[in-house]
């Protein structure tokens, strides 16, 4: 297995969101296999066969696309350090940030069955990425089904997140749609290895707060000034800050069964009833 890290071209903007890298190196087939690990049932050959992928590794710095709407792509990214975004770009110019991907997330896996991406992927920050080309993946799952099987319940994953947030954008009340926000991102983020004590990474300004929650800049912020209040959580310089777990669930109506991240044993016996 080998990787080629592009240097990275800006080394200040990395550095302002240095927090965003995970806390702990790992390498990227590690990445990849801790998160499939959380949803599917992954045995030994299959490790070996994601530890035989050759990969590239491209370093991202803040606001940089990673691919965009129109591209026809060629190789699958896995996010290994850092936070992407995806968005649509309207007519206008204006983008509507539609969903957040955190180390081992596939944000552009339907690109192996699409023709050309309907959306671009950017970088919330530094971050870096693992580049694997659809010919040696297509290679992969046919010889190891149950690795394409994961994927595509990753793909699952990220529709079920999308229904979720069409649901909280739409039929949530401003306070509440945000906390619900910030508890699906700390419970990501969480699960990605990001938290430390109670925060974690979200380097989103409120205009870009507002672009992903249908929401104008005044009422972002008069909402967040509302969830302050509450002392369930706090948003500032690209953190996010839960003082109560209990509470801001509570506000946000949140239950993270949509995320799926337990594993499903395919043909397990069931308990006698």
Known sequence: MFYHLIKNRDRAAALTYINCVRPRKMAPSDVLLRKLEFHSPID????????????????????????????????????????????????????????????????DAQGLFLEHMDHSVCAMGRALVCCLSHEQLMKTFAERPTIGFAVWRETLIDAAIFRESITNNSSRHGTARLAHFFCEQFHRAKFAGLVEGNACPLPLTQAQLGEMLGMSLVSVNRYLQALRQTNAADHRAGELLVRSWPKLAALGEFDPGYLHQTVRRVGAKQSAG
């Open 44 to 107: 030994s050959a299959d490790i070996a066969a994601v530890r035989r992928l050759h990969y590239e590794i491209q370093e991202l710095t803040a606001g940089e696309d990673f691919i965009r709407q129109g591209d026809q792509p060629k190789a699958a990214a896995i996010v290994v350090e850092g936070i992407l975004a995806r968005y649509h770009t309207l007519q206008s110019g204006a983008r509507q940030y539609i969903a957040l991907h955190y180390p081992g997330d596939w944000p």
